[in-house]
Antibody, heavy 122, light 107 residues
Framework: EVQVVESGGGLVQPGGSLRLSCAAS????????MSWVRQAPGKGLQWVSA????????YHADSVKGRFTISRDNSKNTVYLQMNSLRAEDTAIYYC???????????????WGRGTLVTVSS | EIVLTQSPATLSLSPGERATLSCRAS??????LVWYQQKPGQAPRLLIY???NRATGIPARFSGSGSGTDFTLTISSLEPEDFAVYYC?????????FGGGTKVEIK
């Protein structure tokens, strides 16, 4: 089955760290870029980070630059989001999403996970 | 940084009616404009990519048009399952961005 499944969310104090994981199956993982998109409670979608299929290129939104790091392990078909210096405004459902085309800049998302909730609160 | 503005924020229509949703970019995104549908408690679903290409399995009642800065998603005849929130997204340059969404609700 073609799917991506997120894990690693939870409650963390402001200033803390968390690492999200996204396990992929059913497609040639290393051929596709992957991304994280978040949605604060009751709000719209916000793009967070993206990584190319090889892992050599990464991109981050300004709001998380310097605090979040996206990476991938193609041997494990998994993409990660390391989140440091967390703030209350980082509270959201974090979705993992697969890029729509292989071997290129096809940065639209045709496969989404169910998301994992990150709550930053003391 | 490109900003996407969607209008209206809410569209109140009846089943069978035509829905027209707008997405305007703060600068040209060429044809690199994408549309998603999101229902409560669910992940977004890809509808249209690169302005007018329907994603796999998307019914023909959904169509996209536009280029440059002005784009439209049209639902020709609303089905009960189409009442949802719709987002546009550009992939023209970094950072990627989504619009604020349009909620299509039952009148």
């Amino acid at each position: 089955e073609v799917q991506v499944v997120e894990s690693g969310g939870g409650l963390v104090q402001p200033g803390g760290s968390l690492r999200l994981s996204c396990a992929a199956s059913g497609f040639t993982f290393s051929s596709y870029g992957m991304s994280w998109v978040r949605q604060a409670p009751g709000k719209g979608l916000q793009w967070v980070s993206a990584v190319s299929g090889s892992g050599s290129n990464t991109y981050h939104a300004d709001s998380v630059k310097g605090r979040f790091t996206i990476s991938r392990d193609n041997s494990k078909n998994t993409v990660y989001l390391q989140m440091n210096s967390l703030r209350a405004e980082d509270t959201a459902i974090y979705y993992c999403a697969k890029a729509g085309g292989a071997y290129g800049d096809f940065w639209y998302f045709d496969l989404w996970g169910r998301g994992t909730l990150v709550t930053v609160s003391s | 940084e490109i900003v996407l503005t969607q209008s209206p924020a809410t569209l109140s229509l009846s089943p069978g009616e035509r829905a027209t949703l707008s997405c305007r970019a703060s600068q040209s995104v060429s044809s690199y404009l994408v549309w998603y549908q999101q229902k409560p408690g669910q992940a977004p679903r890809l509808l249209i990519y690169d302005a007018f290409n329907r994603a796999t399995g998307i019914p023909a009642r959904f169509s996209g048009s536009g280029s440059g800065t002005d784009f439209t998603l049209t639902i020709s005849s609303l089905e009960p399952e189409d009442f949802a929130v719709y987002y546009c997204q550009h992939r023209s340059s970094w950072p990627l961005a989504f619009g604020g969404g349009t909620k299509v609700e039952i009148k």
